[in-house]
């Protein structure tokens, strides 16, 4: 495996965890958001108050996207190990000789 390979790889796999967290962040973000403007107008200062709220919308965004998290996961998994043979043979290459393990990927 090259630099660039592990850098590609590195950085698709912190895109994928943006992308899969950010509904349930910016839902938390709102709620949150709010709930500290309607404590604000009315006085209430309770620190426990948003818990309630974001855990509820955490979970209603976990149950309407879960499954394209999942799904989104998936992808990258299953295209992280269709390449793996890839990798293999480009760290082979890379140090002019092959490994067992290479070695082995290659009669696939």
Known sequence: ?????????????????????????LASLTIGLVISLIQ???????????????????????VLTGGWMFQTIEEFT???????GNYIHESASATGSLSVLAYMFRLL
């Open 78 to 84: 299953v295209e992280l190990f269709n390449n793996f």
């Open 40 to 62: 604000t107008i009315t006085s209430i200062q309770e620190a426990t108050l948003s818990f309630v709220p974001k855990l509820l919308v955490i979970m209603l965004m976990l």
């Open 1 to 25: 495996m090259t630099q660039d390979t592990v850098i590609d790889l590195a950085r698709s796999a912190v895109f994928v965890v943006l992308k899969v967290s950010a509904p349930m962040l």
